[in-house]
């Protein structure tokens, strides 16, 4: 059985045509899809009979299944869905003033093995296929309006998810068509509908993929920096060693031309005493001047095991400062759901790493609604 949540829009619209059916047709379904978030066909009710009795044994609507969920405090929820094996992914939802985004995963573990990680750290597992990655979106959607969430921006039908970050576990450029197919169903106006500006990925910086990505689907990039150097940032960020500082920012300003926004954010973890001192700022400033950016600044988010700790307030601020002297808009991120394991680099989802073996390096205690 195909899963509609695997076809991206072109996929759809092709599935339909090789039936004989209109492209009105696929249209119609996307919407009951995406849009309505309708997982059975026969509920599909505009449809003919014989077209749903069609659809029903060719098809299936397979959403992720979650097996945890979880509200922090400042309203932050968290959904541990089940990702096959002995593995779990994770999608976060952080409402704030203005909008509803989601961060969403694009692979069980990551590969690339960053020091401070705690998804790296579990080591790689396996892709998601697309209808994994926005069977998230759908499911947030559709739990958030079966709650009754009601929200300032949800004004003439519009679901509660505005923004999507590509921020979860696995980076997504290394699962690159599914997380493409993914992005497009984001765009599409027959299915999500999210301009590209709202809509974000975040690398660690694989280079020809971000040449890629700014050829197929520009949306809007973050760039995970968090050194101004090759020797720092080849052991923050050991894919530095493969495409180092020069090839990534020419290929970030190579994104630029096509870019939904007319900078790239750079994304900065503050690790005490590692990469936080004002004259890393300034090498910081120098390395990017010739960049249209922002930076964000993230306070490291410990976990179990890490030998980092978190820069204290006043040396991010410090750092800040110099970078905001040097011309640069320097944000620094606030902390969402901290309480229950969901801030940046916190997800851990549950990984039966296939890489290191290194087997229940974490699993998380969630509370289920
Ligand atoms: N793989 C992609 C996207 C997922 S990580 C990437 O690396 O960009 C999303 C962001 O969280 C990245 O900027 C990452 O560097 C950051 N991050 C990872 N671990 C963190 C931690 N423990 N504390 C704070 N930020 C972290
Ligand atoms: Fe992977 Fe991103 Fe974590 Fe690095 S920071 S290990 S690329 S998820």
């Known amino acids: 059985m195909i899963n509609l949540l695997d076809l991206d829009p072109n996929a759809f619209t092709a599935f339909f045509a090789e039936r004989g059916e209109k492209p009105f047709r696929a249209r119609q379904v996307s919407r009951w899809l995406h849009q309505r978030f309708v997982d059975d066909v026969g509920a599909m009710s505009d449809l003919a009979r014989p077209l749903r009795e069609r659809l029903a044994s060719e098809v299936d609507i397979r959403a992720p299944r979650v097996v945890a969920d979880t509200i922090a405090a400042d309203g932050t929820r968290k959904w541990l869905i089940d990702a096959g ?17 989601l961060c969403v995963s694009s692979q069980a573990g990551c590969a690339l093995d960053c020091a401070f990680c705690s998804t790296g750290k579990q080591g790689f597992n396996r892709n998601l296929s697309t209808g994994e990655i926005i069977g998230q979106l759908w499911h947030a959607n559709r739990a958030l309006i079966a709650d009754g969430v009601t929200a300032p921006w949800m004004t003439a039908g519009r679901a509660p998810i505005t923004n999507v970050v590509m921020m979860g576990m696995g980076e997504p450029l290394a699962n690159f068509d599914n997380v493409v197919a993914a992005l497009k ?8 509908g999210l301009s590209r500006r709202r809509v974000t990925l975040s690398t660690s910086g694989l280079v ?25 940032r080849d052991r923050l960020v050991p894919i530095n060693r493969k495409h180092p500082l020069d090839e990534l920012l020419a290929a970030c ?10 900078f790239i954010t750079f994304e900065y973890v503050m690790l005490d005493g590692v990469n936080d001192d004002t004259a890393t700022a300034r090498q910081l400033l120098a390395l990017l001047r010739d960049t249209s950016c922002k ?75």
């Open 208 to 232: 020809p993929m971000i040449d890629r990505l700014r050829d197929e689907c520009p949306v809007a990039l973050a760039v995970s920096l968090h050194a101004p150097t090759d020797a720092l």
């Open 85 to 101: 094996g002995a593995n779990a992914i994770e999608a976060v939802y952080i409402p704030e003033d203005d909008r509803g985004t």
């Open 295 to 369: 930076i964000n600044l993230i306070p490291f988010n410990p976990f179990p095991g890490t030998e980092f700790r978190t820069s204290p307030r006043e040396r991010i601020l410090a750092f800040q400062r110099t970078l905001i002297d040097g011309d640069i808009v320097t944000t620094i991120r606030k902390t969402r759901g901290e309480d229950i394991d969901a801030a940046c680099g916190q997800l851990a989802g549950r990984v039966q790493d296939r890489t290191k073996r290194k087997l229940g390096s974490r699993i998380p205690v969630v509370a289920t609604r």
């Open 253 to 262: 300003r190579r994104y630029l031309e096509k870019a939904p926004r007319d």
């Open 185 to 192: 169903l984001m765009l599409d106006d027959n299915a999500y």
